[in-house]
């Protein structure tokens, strides 16, 4: 299959060169530079990796994925659309209603920032959601992770997923911190604290669980954290953790 990737930043860039070592046909476009949208229409399967920043009100701004569907739908096209960009909850609802005939997959991205190209090559886990025949393909194209997960699930559970996992790493972090502040507080010393919790077993992970790093920031953890608060009125610990974090 031929492959196209819509949006060469951190995520698509790392995306993209990624699927050019496995694949020989791999087509990228973005506004910024000078690329061909005619060869994006020949390709059987376009990734959208497009930027969703923080809108106004607090929730994604989906903006750049909508005008790509549109643009897609405009011109026909035909093949698979897998969204990997990071996206508000209810969009994909509201995507397969205003493009009926795409045929939507959407696949969250998960990886770390500084680590991209690794993560992209071994993902821990891959999310998938829309049409069974779709998922088949898409899962064909990333036989390369071998060793990942599968998560087959709905567009609405794939969407919290992926910013829950960030507002996780997000709590990790201002637990981290507040622990930090009361032993400060409380005479104790924070790092003995922290390897008493990280010694137990059902703490998978020391990642986000040291003291003296400060508080979470970068491009995703804040947003999606915001998202999901904003998006829901049963967020009490995540505006919590934004106050924590505040602090910190």
Same mark, same amino acid.
């Given at each position: 299959m031929k492959i196209g990737v819509i949006g060469l930043g951190a995520v698509g860039s790392a995306f993209k060169h990624v699927a050019e070592y496995f %694949? *020989?046909?791999? &087509?990228? %476009?973005? =506004? *910024?530079? /000078?690329?061909?949208w005619s060869k994006i229409l020949k390709c059987d399967i376009v990734f959208i990796c497009v930027s969703t920043p923080e809108g106004a009100d607090g929730r994604l701004d989906c903006t750049k994925v909508d005008s790509t569907l549109e643009h897609l739908l405009k011109d026909g096209y035909t093949g698979i659309v897998v969204i990997k960009s990071t996206i508000k909850v209810g969009f994909m609802d509201q995507a397969t209603q205003r493009y009926p005939h795409l045929r939507l997959v959407y696949c969250p991205e998960f990886v770390r920032e500084k680590s991209r190209l690794q993560w992209t090559a071994n993902p821990d886990r891959i999310v998938l959601a829309g049409d069974d025949d779709d998922i088949e393909a898409v899962k064909? =194209? #990333?036989s390369w992770a071998e060793d990942a997960r599968i998560i087959v699930t709905d567009y609405r559970? @794939? &969407? =919290?997923? /992926? #910013? @829950?996992?960030n507002a996780f790493i997000a709590t990790k972090v201002s637990f981290t911190n507040e622990i930090e502040a009361i032993c400060s507080e409380l005479g104790g010393n924070s790092s003995d604290v922290m390897n008493v919790i990280t010694s137990d077993r059902r703490v998978v992970s020391k990642d986000h669980l040291k003291p003296h790093l400060g508080p979470y920031g970068g491009k995703c953890v804040p947003k999606d954290t915001r998202e999901l608060i904003n998006a829901s009125s049963s967020a009490i610990l995540l505006k919590a953790v934004e106050e924590v974090n505040k602090k910190a």
């Amino acid at each position: 299959m031929k492959i196209g990737v819509i949006g060469l930043g951190a995520v698509g860039s790392a995306f993209k060169h990624v699927a050019e070592y496995f %694949y *020989k046909d791999v &087509e990228g %476009y973005d =506004i *910024k530079g /000078k690329f061909d949208w005619s060869k994006i229409l020949k390709c059987d399967i376009v990734f959208i990796c497009v930027s969703t920043p923080e809108g106004a009100d607090g929730r994604l701004d989906c903006t750049k994925v909508d005008s790509t569907l549109e643009h897609l739908l405009k011109d026909g096209y035909t093949g698979i659309v897998v969204i990997k960009s990071t996206i508000k909850v209810g969009f994909m609802d509201q995507a397969t209603q205003r493009y009926p005939h795409l045929r939507l997959v959407y696949c969250p991205e998960f990886v770390r920032e500084k680590s991209r190209l690794q993560w992209t090559a071994n993902p821990d886990r891959i999310v998938l959601a829309g049409d069974d025949d779709d998922i088949e393909a898409v899962k064909n =194209i #990333l036989s390369w992770a071998e060793d990942a997960r599968i998560i087959v699930t709905d567009y609405r559970s @794939a &969407e =919290i997923g /992926k #910013l @829950a996992h960030n507002a996780f790493i997000a709590t990790k972090v201002s637990f981290t911190n507040e622990i930090e502040a009361i032993c400060s507080e409380l005479g104790g010393n924070s790092s003995d604290v922290m390897n008493v919790i990280t010694s137990d077993r059902r703490v998978v992970s020391k990642d986000h669980l040291k003291p003296h790093l400060g508080p979470y920031g970068g491009k995703c953890v804040p947003k999606d954290t915001r998202e999901l608060i904003n998006a829901s009125s049963s967020a009490i610990l995540l505006k919590a953790v934004e106050e924590v974090n505040k602090k910190a």
